[in-house]
Nanobody, 123 residues
């Protein structure tokens, strides 16, 4: 049974930083692409960042230069380092796994999802 468990969310002031983690189990982690998505208040779920099975990174424009995705295959964990946070980054952050291995931005290509972790950025 595949499980993705996010952690690291919380309340932070604007211009602060957070690091999200997503621990995966029940899958061959190194073969999967991993993505981060978020759902901001009043908006649909949107792509944030992804990393392919070989480490190619992909970011949505609004987080480029501020967020960094990385993976540790030995720990079956993907991370999202978030710097220079703004209130617009507030939302529930989800990690997802895509067995095709590509760092795509469409949520429909991701087979497995975590439960999400709340990130709140105060102004």
């Amino acid at each position: 049974q595949v499980q993705l468990a996010e952690s690291g969310g919380g309340l932070v002031q604007a211009r602060g930083s957070l690091r999200l983690s997503c621990a995966a189990s029940g899958l061959t982690f190194s073969r999967y692409a991993m993505g981060w998505f978020r759902q901001c208040p009043g908006k649909e779920r949107e792509f944030v960042a992804a990393i392919s099975w070989v480490g190619v990174e992909n970011y949505t424009d609004s987080v480029k230069g501020r967020f960094t995705i990385s993976r540790d295959n030995a720990k079956n964990t993907v991370y999202l380092q978030m710097n220079s946070l703004t209130p617009e980054d507030t939302g529930v952050y989800y990690c997802a796994a895509d067995r095709r291995g590509r760092a795509g931005s469409s949520p429909v290509t991701y087979e497995y999802w975590g439960q999400g972790t709340q990130v709140t950025v105060s102004s």
